[in-house]
């Protein structure tokens, strides 16, 4: 069985659903689908509980209003049958009624996890209930009853597997199986959720669970693109992709990829493939464990990396230096991502910097310590194995006009990280797909 994902664009008008639904039923063959909320919903519930934390339940009824309005005017959009439109538009009057019961109450981050939930789960419901319409078998496997995380808020694998083949036998005999991406419940049973962007997650962990023969991803775009098509132009999609490379530049801000998507199929030796619902024809691109080898496949790049760099000539050299610095961003749960050392000093980058108060106040009981802010980390990943020659120069030269304040390569065989600041990050993009991808059309 196929894993096929849609995005918020893939599924944000009723047109589009109607295009996914043809999508998803082309083959014949028993399908998962899993689906994001409609685009700008979930942007919408967040919004909500922002006016409900701040005890101003008149914003959050305005933007309520406004969501039914239109997702009441995309029944008639969607469906044919006033029977189904009745359905549809009782189902969805609850759902609203259900947000609204929330300005009533104390407002926490439980609620406001049950509220943003609630785009996946219309999304889902409108999606089956135009299939069944269509008189396709199709049946809404709800996320909440088999997606969970443990104490650690990782995903608990052995529960989906175990629950979620009681629900495909308690199922059998469909042709489309639908869930929620994005929503789970926490190790409390709680409504929680996969973080932002989190329904690729949800897909690869369902495509690991099945196990499936392929997990897909639709999105608005051909694939894996060689560089941030946001930033640079004439960018072109990667036919192919190593796990690991995936891994990278998904970790490394190509947002196509939730960072978290590539593990659960890697594991579990699924491959990804990237497509685009708005053109299917389109090859897209292919994640798996095959390397081509000696080539750069893309570039990408993470905003808002603050660097903090301690210097210490007493101390560096004496053994378990590096332990306490690391214990203190450990303290803080800050995940380190590049880091470079020397004689005298350790520099640090960090994208999470909510502590980065606490963090300093303690390095400094061990050397001098300066911070750097607004920084941004760009990657250039490929088969960066030290023993093919070349490529570190390329990307150095492609950098010679950027002030780089950090350099890493060697700590995968993947990727080669400059940390240089925000403003230079257009141009440094720009002039490392020049230099980099000229060298492979030549
Ligand atoms: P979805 O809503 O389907 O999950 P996303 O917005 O999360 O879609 O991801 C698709 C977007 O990722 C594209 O529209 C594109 O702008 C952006 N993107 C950033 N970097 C890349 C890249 N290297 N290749 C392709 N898309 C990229
Ligand atoms: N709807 C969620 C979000 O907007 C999850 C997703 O689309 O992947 O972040
Ligand atoms: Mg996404």
């Known amino acids: 069985m196929k894993v096929m994902k849609f995005g918020g664009t893939s599924v944000g008008s009723p047109e589009r659903m109607k ?9 014949g063959k028993p399908t998962f689908v899993v689906l994001s909320a409609m685009s700008g919903t979930t942007n919408s519930l967040v919004e909500v509980s922002d006016y409900l934390y701040k005890k101003n339940p008149e914003g959050a009824n305005e ?17 044919a049958t006033d029977e189904w439109q009745a359905k549809t538009r009782e189902f969805l009057a609850e759902e609203f009624n259900f947000l609204r019961s929330f300005t ?20 889902t419901r409108m999606m089956v209930n135009y299939l069944q319409e269509q008189g396709v078998k199709a049946v809404l496997l709800d996320a909440l009853d088999f997606m969970r995380t443990d104490k650690n808020s990782e ?13 495909m036998e308690a199922h059998s005999g469909q042709q489309i199986y639908i869930t929620q991406g994005f929503i789970c419940r926490n190790a409390y049973g ?25 997990i897909q991803i639709w999105t608005d775009i051909d694939g894996m693109h060689n560089n941030d098509p946001r930033v640079v132009e004439k960018t072109e999609a990667v036919r192919q992709l190593n796990f690991e490379e995936a891994a990278e530049l998904a970790y490394f801000g190509a947002k196509i990829l939730h960072p978290t998507c590539v593990q659960p199929a890697k594991y579990a030796g699924i491959p990804v493939r990237l497509k685009n619902t708005m053109d299917p024809q389109a090859e897209g691109t292919l994640i798996d464990n095959e390397i081509e080898h000696g080539r750069i496949k ?23 230096f590096l332990r306490k610095v690391f214990e203190i961003f450990e303290s803080y749960q800050t995940p380190i991502d590049m880091i470079a050392t020397s004689e005298v000093g350790v520099s640090m980058s960090i994208d999470n ?67 240089i600041r925000k403003e230079d990050k257009q141009r440094a993009l720009q002039s490392l797909s020049d230099v980099l991808f000229e060298h492979e059309h030549k």
């Open 155 to 167: 995903p608990d694998l052995s529960f989906i597997r175990e629950h979620l083949s009681h629900l």
């Open 63 to 79: 933007v309520i209003n406004q969501l039914e309005k239109k997702y009441m005017q995309h029944v008639g959009e969607l469906l």
């Open 104 to 123: 009533k109450d104390l407002f926490t981050s439980f609620e406001e996890k049950t509220i943003v939930a609630q785009g996946e789960v219309i999304s």
């Open 298 to 320: 893309a570039i990408a790049a993470k905003d808002n990396i603050t660097a903090i760099k301690i210097k210490s000539s007493r101390m560096l050299l004496a053994t378990g």
């Open 353 to 419: 910097d909510s502590h980065v108060g606490e963090i300093v106040d303690e390095l400094k009981k061990y050397g001098t310590v300066s911070v750097d802010a607004d920084m941004c980390i760009v990657c250039v990943v490929g088969d960066l194995d030290w023993n093919n020659v070349g490529f570190e120069t390329w990307a150095l030269d492609a950098m010679k006009s950027i002030p780089v304040r950090m350099i890493s390569y060697g700590g995968s065989n993947y990727n080669i990280s400059f940390l």
């Open 19 to 27: 295009n996914v639904a043809s999508l998803v039923t082309a083959s």
């Open 190 to 214: 709680e409504i929680d959720n996969l973080q932002r962007g989190g329904s690729d997650y949800t897909a690869s962990l369902i495509g690991a669970a099945l196990p499936a023969e392929e």
